[in-house]
């Protein structure tokens, strides 16, 4: 008597045994080698979200790459060049330093001279000399580059220079106006002689100085360089 036809289970043929769906060390079939199981992959984040951190790492910081040679910002080596600091000097204004100069020089010698008529003594015929007078014009002359351009030694120099000028051209000047007053008795203005017979008034004035003149001369552009160390320093 014949047995009935026993179904076979789906998924293998005779006498295999039934395949576990996903299993480790399923067998592979036409001898292929057996695949290994997949580590399980992260969910993506989600567009326009910040990536989460893990536990217990901080985040990577970048780190800043060297700048090759001849790169902007590069310098031999290939380290970043150093940032240049900025210049601490003090500002500078040099045309209305030498204007401010050049004016006093001009004021300082027309007051001088009336300064220097003022001192002259008729009886002796002789000037009384104040040595702070050159110390005034020195300091006036060269108050204009000591403050508007400091620590600027070519100006100081130009000043007590200028500062010398004016002690001169204000003893010239006062020595005319002494010789339009007392020598010719107001026809000549001292102008006048000051322009058309200065061979002769130089003259005149180097035959009355004496040597502490000359020394109350240097005491004007001495005083010029000393306001405008005085100023450098305390900047």
Known sequence: MSQPWQQQPDGGGYGQQPQQPGGYGQPNPYGQPPQQPQPPQQPQQPYGQPPQQGYGYPPAQPQPQPQPYGAPGGAPGGWPAPTPTPSGGPPQNVALAIAAAVGATLVMAIIYAFIYDAMFDENTGEVSQ?????????????????FLAKRNIPLQIVAAVLALVAAVFGELYGTAMIVSEYMTGGEWSAFKIFTEEFGNLWDMWQETNEAVNYIFLALAPAAAIGIGQAVARRS
């Open 130 to 146: 104040i040595s702070y007078v050159s110390l005034a014009i020195g300091a006036a002359v060269g108050a204009g580059p000591a």
